[in-house]
């Protein structure tokens, strides 16, 4: 258990270098193992998640190994198992991803159903169906996601629905099949991109089609590669609101605008500053912050992942502001602890004519009790207090209200769930400035 006391009011200064992003790097360890010879990932941030799947790879007889600073080395060659221990679905959404490269092994394989955050259900019905046209037959029992096949094949398969880690599971699955497969209502996140790239360079046909399509045709070997991994701008942002919510000035040297545009286009709008040149992007206080009316929504629009930054930001706005939460059913439950806090945030759902269509969850997931819109009234007067962190973005949201706020607060993160997608965040923002202490 990890403890973390802050005391807030001192601006965030300085510059800073994030890692490989985390819903990348994990994912490419996991897309080695296709592969017939060893390969070498490169700028990895150190944080639990990716600790997690090397152990998952090295429990299978394959091994994943550190083999530098940032780098890790990737051998498919020992592989030897196709079941996860269930104990790996109770902290780890990656259990799942692990089906292609185990059935292009093996032809069958045994894993637990994926955990990790509890910020909505996982459609994973999307990637079953998906599986199920590549030719994979898939049954559950006791917790447990059994899929074997008797030759993959390609096929067309359209996503009723955008999907993130379904369209990165079926383009690891088509790969090796036969045939050509055409995934329609493809996600576009720029991780998908790494994948490919990742992919091609060890051999494989994909490419990017219009109209959300991809192409994949399958080959018979993959052989290893070597690939740097594309910096992480969910830390990008967090680093960003922690500097504008504190008046601060921070550069995050490696970040790419190309990956944060619907980011900084909100930040036009909130009047926050920011400034894009060869050393990455600065964001920095420049004046009173305004209210801006924002909704999440699958790439390019504004991820889901930063809206509890940015709510966090904006309880320091003058005026009012709206955000609509259209991407999953449940990921509100950080406002509780900021309206403690002295925030001022109700929760409301907006009235939608066509729900289905605007909302990217399965409605049928959805409960009277999940709200899908926060009202934020500022600009606020944050104090501190004590919690328990309930997640990654929880914990990095109250970390930054903590550094926001007058007075002391305690965060307390039983299961370590900062360090699953920050590294050192502590030593980092203690290096900018701010007053804060793991213990």
């Given at each position: 258990m990890s403890h973390f006391k802050i005391i807030g009011g001192n601006p965030l200064f300085g510059s800073v270098r994030v890692g490989g992003a985390k819903n990348a790097s994990y994912k490419l360890m996991i897309a080695a193992l296709l592969g017939d010879a060893p390969s070498r990932l490169l700028n990895f941030s150190h944080i639990s998640d990716v600790q997690m799947v090397a152990e998952i790879i090295n429990s299978l007889g394959a091994k994943a190994q550190l083999v530098g600073e940032r780098a890790y080395m990737v051998d498919p060659t020992s592989l030897s198992s196709h079941d996860i221990a269930e104990k790996y679905g109770r902290i780890s959404r990656a259990s799942s991803l692990f089906i292609p490269a185990l059935l292009s092994r093996f032809g069958e394989v045994s894993v637990p159903f994926p955990g990790g955050d509890k910020i909505g259900a996982r459609p994973l019905d999307r990637h079953f169906d998906g599986l199920a046209a590549l030719g994979v037959e898939v049954k559950f029992e006791n917790e447990l996601i059994h899929a074997k096949t008797k030759g993959l094949h390609g096929a067309t398969y359209c996503f009723p629905k955008s999907t993130h880690t379904g369209t990165e599971t079926l383009i690891m699955t088509a790969v090796k099949a036969k045939g050509v497969t055409l995934l329609q209502n493809a996600a576009l996140e720029t991780e998908i991109d790494d994948l490919i790239e990742f992919l091609n360079t060890m051999g494989a046909k994909i490419e990017r089609l219009p109209n959300r399509v991809i192409k994949i045709e399958g080959v018979e070997h993959l052989h290893g590669a070597i690939h740097q991994i594309m910096p992480d701008h969910n830390q990008v942002v967090s680093f960003a609101c922690a500097a504008i919510?504190?008046?601060?000035?921070?550069?995050?040297?490696?970040?790419?605008?190309?990956?944060?545009?619907?980011?900084?286009?909100?930040?036009?709008?909130?009047?926050?500053?920011?400034?894009?040149?060869?050393?990455?992007?600065?964001?920095?206080?420049?004046?009173?912050?305004?209210?801006?009316?924002?909704?999440?929504?699958?790439?390019?629009?504004?991820?889901?992942?930063?809206?509890?930054?940015?709510?966090?930001?904006?309880?320091?706005?003058?005026?009012?502001?709206?955000?609509?939460?259209?991407?999953?059913?449940?990921?509100?439950?950080?406002?509780?602890?900021?309206?403690?806090?002295?925030?001022?945030?109700?929760?409301?759902?907006?009235?939608?004519?066509?729900?289905d269509k605007l909302y990217n969850f399965n409605l049928e997931n959805d409960r009277p009790e999940f709200f899908h819109a926060a009202r934020i009234v500022g600009p606020s007067a944050l104090h501190g207090g004590e919690f328990d962190v309930q997640d990654l973005r929880h914990g990095a949201t109250l970390m930054i209200a903590g550094l926001t706020a007058t007075g002391e607060t305690t965060l307390h993160d039983s299961t370590d769930h900062i360090d699953r997608g920050y590294e050192k965040l502590d030593r980092i923002l203690h290096k900018l400035g701010a007053n804060i202490q793991r213990y």
């Open positions: 919510a504190t008046k601060g000035d921070v550069i995050v040297e490696n970040a790419r605008p190309s990956d944060l545009t619907a980011f900084l286009t909100a930040l036009d709008q909130a009047h926050a500053g920011y400034q894009v040149g060869n050393f990455g992007v600065r964001f920095f206080y420049k004046g009173p912050l305004q209210g801006a009316v924002i909704a999440t929504g699958i790439h390019p629009g504004f991820k889901t992942d930063w809206q509890p930054l940015w709510v966090t930001m904006m309880t320091q706005a003058t005026g009012v502001s709206v955000l609509h939460e259209t991407v999953l059913e449940n990921r509100f439950a950080y406002v509780k602890a900021l309206n403690e806090m002295g925030a001022s945030i109700q929760l409301f759902n907006p009235e939608v004519d066509n729900p």
